[in-house]
């Protein structure tokens, strides 16, 4: 081990110690500021050369649920058609003479909650400083002790609207359709605080044309039991006192637009936010920088 990495691992332990999910951000020297900048850049651009550049020649990528990525060609290869939404925030960090740190967390937009956390470790070239090795990892924990043995409760994603017929319907479909991508063993429902009889015409009819038959569909009121043992709960501008029965926190998405009369707007907006929670839930590398 190089001795500037056993400086860098031996700095990290007294910061990590008592870390929570509550940490503030705080303000980088602008050198640093820029690592953080940079990086943004490239992965909201998908420019994958452009990321690898931020490496030294012989720098690390040891990301989660991969064996280990070396060198900057290897690295251009390995983010090659990934980026999309990053905010990255820093925690800590601290250098001295030609190598440092920066530890942060990273969400998909700014002022959203942290979805994982990362130690980028740096080495300072020719006056800049550069990417060593980039770790990160998710906030939340894998199902455990296997997906595949958790009943239907413990994979459940709630949503819920006033109605049940509209943007608790939209979510749930398009959250099954991208978790089914990812291989993510979970299955949403939609449920209503007063649920109508039928889902309107018109969202019906955007729905089939993303390819999802909601013609058998039958609105459910939310009940207790859909409650119990959910792994989410996400209230769509709505609340109900069932809501406090869960033994988890629930997402409020109180700003979505109406799907009734913007319904590209309402469901790119949901799209984007299934993306992210799903990112919490299940994380992969492919989803995390």
């Not at 400086?7 to 929570?20: E, K, N, Q, S, T």
């Not at 942060?104 to 909650?113: T, Y």
């Amino acid at each position: 081990m190089r001795s500037s990495g056993a400086f860098v691992i031996a700095a990290l332990i007294p910061v990590c110690a008592g870390a929570d999910t509550a940490l503030p951000s705080l303000t980088l020297p602008t050198p640093l500021a820029r690592v953080l900048a940079d990086y943004e850049t490239a992965w909201q651009n998908k420019d994958a050369a452009a990321l690898a550049g931020l490496f030294t020649e012989d720098g690390f990528v040891l990301s989660s649920g991969n064996p280990p990525i070396r060198g900057r060609a290897q690295i251009e290869k390995h983010y090659g058609g990934q980026g999309g939404p990053l905010a990255l925030r820093a925690l800590a960090f601290a250098t001295e003479g030609s190598v440092g740190y920066i530890i942060g967390g990273f969400a998909r937009a700014k002022d959203e909650l942290d979805i994982g956390k990362f130690t980028l470790t740096l080495r300072r070239e020719r006056g800049r400083w550069m990417i060593m090795s980039d770790m990160d990892n998710g906030n939340a924990r894998r199902p455990s002790p296997s997906a595949a043995n958790l009943g239907p409760a413990a994979r459940r994603v709630v949503f819920v609207c006033e109605h049940g017929t509209v943007k608790s319907v939209v979510a749930a479909h398009w959250f099954n359709r991208l978790a089914a991508e990812r291989r993510a063993p979970f299955r949403a429902i939609s449920r209503g605080v007063a649920p109508d009889a039928n889902i309107p015409s018109p969202v019906a009819a955007n729905l089939a044309t993303d390819g999802f038959d909601v013609a058998a569909f039958t609105p459910q009121p939310l009940a207790s039991a859909d409650i119990a043992g959910a792994v989410q709960i996400v209230a769509i501008g709505v609340d109900s006192p069932l809501l406090a029965e869960a033994r988890i926190p629930v997402a409020r998405w109180n700003d979505i637009p109406p799907a009734s009369t913007d319904y590209a707007a309402s469901r790119d907006t949901m799209r984007a936010r299934i993306g992210g929670l799903l990112d919490s839930l299940w994380p992969r590398s492919s989803s995390q920088p």
